[in-house]
């Protein structure tokens, strides 16, 4: 038996992939459902390896790609790609992120408007990145807690973990010393005469910021990062930013319902990439915040690889590391 403090985004990823290679698990989880107690539901779901690399090592781009075909599994991709536009006084932004970033193709005016009508005359250039896609965060963890269920894992929720466990995948409350909170602050819209059908990033040169689409007519607007350990509700001005930019992409976003205002802290530790961490003889997965749903897949096989280690892997020959 595999014992799993926490039943977010990290210890489900594990736990799904220690059950496809035979073993038993139990996941404690403090919350009362999926994903209920998990910062994991104020991501964007932005599974955009080649945008990440503007920023990120070329890793997080090689392994971040393999990301598309272990979510289908699971739960609904949506393959339409990226689009990254900027506002004309900021044409230098989008010029630096395309000579950082691989994958994307110029776009002009009229083939903006014949990826998103709804963007038609706004904005003069873009960049596409074709082969990337989106989920929904909260939907896909529903998902894949069903399927570990599925697949015979237990997850006993409202239950305090044992002290010792064989992986911690609690984020901020591990004890890891290396971890710092990274902000993520989000709202979600409601916008009926709308409609955006891929991920868009709007590039600003303090905090780019992206616009991600959801069921009818609903989209979720955060910051790529927000330095910051506070735990209060969102700012009067990062809501602003937040709101101005929604409007910014369109103006109609101005008419919009505020469905849902939220902040949480995700674990980071110095250089933004997730880790395997082994402290008092526990093995611990975290710092998946900027990337999470992107590298947990990745992340999840290779602490199942650690934990499980005499179980054959015909995967093994195709993974890096």
């Known amino acids: 038996m595999i014992?799993?403090?926490?039943?977010?985004?990290?210890?489900?990823?594990?736990?799904?992939?220690?059950?496809?290679?035979?073993?038993e698990v139990t996941l404690f989880e403090s919350g009362s459902a999926p994903g209920a107690a998990s910062v994991a539901r104020y991501a964007g779901g932005m599974l955009a390896p080649f945008c990440e690399g503007e920023s990120a090592e070329e890793e997080v781009v090689t392994l971040g790609s393999r990301a598309f075909e272990w979510w289908a599994k699971i739960t609904a991709v949506h393959r339409r790609g990226t689009l990254v536009v900027a506002p004309p006084r900021d044409r230098a932004e989008l010029s630096r992120f395309a000579r950082r970033t691989r994958g994307h193709q110029l776009v002009e005016r009229a083939e903006i408007a014949e990826l998103e009508p709804a963007l038609s005359g706004r904005f003069a250039t873009g960049l596409f990145f074709r082969d990337e896609a989106h989920l929904?965060?909260?939907?896909?963890?529903?998902?894949?807690?069903?399927?570990?269920?599925?697949?015979?894992?237990?997850?006993?929720?409202?239950?305090?973990?044992?002290?010792?466990?064989?992986?911690?995948?609690?984020?901020?409350?591990?004890?890891?010393?290396?971890?710092?909170?990274?902000?993520?602050?989000?709202?979600?819209?409601?916008?009926?005469?709308?409609?955006?059908?891929?991920?868009?990033?709007?590039?600003?040169?303090?905090?780019?910021?992206?616009?991600?689409?959801?069921?009818?007519?609903?989209?979720?607007?955060?910051a790529t990062m927000v330095e910051s350990s506070s735990t209060r509700a969102p700012t009067l001005r990062a809501v602003n930013e937040l709101l101005s930019a929604a409007f910014a992409l369109h103006p109609a976003f101005g008419e919009a319902s505020v469905v849902e205002l939220g902040a949480g802290l995700r674990p980071a530790f110095a250089d933004n990439l997730p880790r395997l961490v082994e402290q008092d003889g526990v093995l611990?997965?975290?710092?998946?915040?900027?990337?999470?749903?992107?590298?947990?897949?990745?992340?999840?096989?290779?602490?199942?690889?650690?934990?499980?280690?005499?179980?054959?892997?015909?995967?093994?020959?195709?993974?890096?590391?």
């Open 136 to 222: 929904d965060p909260r939907r896909a963890i529903v998902d894949l807690a069903q399927m570990v269920e599925t697949l015979g894992g237990q997850i006993l929720y409202e239950t305090p973990a044992p002290r010792q466990v064989d992986l911690n995948c609690t984020g901020m409350a591990a004890p890891l010393s290396a971890l710092r909170p990274v902000r993520g602050e989000m709202a979600i819209l409601h916008c009926q005469e709308v409609n955006i059908r891929r991920t868009l990033r709007l590039l600003h040169p303090r905090i780019p910021l992206y616009l991600v689409p959801r069921d009818d007519h609903h989209f979720m607007i955060g």
């Open 3 to 23: 014992t799993i403090a926490g039943a977010g985004l990290a210890g489900l990823a594990t736990a799904y992939e220690l059950l496809q290679r035979g073993a």
């Open 284 to 321: 611990h997965l975290n710092g998946l915040y900027r990337h999470g749903f992107l590298l947990a897949p990745e992340m999840a096989h290779r602490a199942a690889a650690k934990l499980r280690p005499q179980s054959a892997d015909i995967f093994a020959k195709e993974r890096i590391g």
